[in-house]
């Protein structure tokens, strides 16, 4: 009998803009980066699926995202709502999720570093006291209409992200 699928371990992270939503995985096996956009809504779900994923607040934001993002109502627009819904309301995501009647697949196997890291901290405070090469904000404004060449810097902020997420799970 063959053995099951070995699930790959990703570390994953979202942005969200007006015209672009790009999910990015870094592989931590073989440092790959994969990337999916909008139009990648079933490769996004069979990825979430297939594999073992790990970010930062990802069970707060990444995921409702994620989550809303591959569902059949789904628009640019309504996950950018989403997002800003998330980010700006003092409401916890769950809470906005549950008003959505929007649930995350309970076959997604996922793991939120910012649940078990010690203290209180951005991704950056972290990335600082691990002494990250690079730090960086995020580079446009979130409600900026991108264009092409935006969105490239956007993919290039992403994997820096992910990459200080990686350095966060090494030392945790």
Known sequence: MPSPKMRRRYIIDCEVYPNYFLLAGLDIDNDDVVYYEYADRDAIRDFMM?????????????????????????TLASIKQLSDQIVKS??????????MDLHVPRGWNHIDLIKVAPGVGSLKIYGAR?????????????????????MQDIRHYCVNDLRTTLSLLNAL
């Open 50 to 74: 297939g594999n073992t994923t790990i970010s930062f607040n990802g069970l707060d934001y990444d995921l409702p995202i994620l989550a809303h993002a591959i569902s059949a109502n789904s």
């Open 90 to 99: 003092k409401n916890p995501s769950w809470m906005i999720c549950r008003e």
């Open 130 to 150: 691990l002494h990250q090469q690079r730090l960086q904000d995020l580079p446009i404004e979130p409600d900026t209409v991108l264009t092409e060449q935006q």
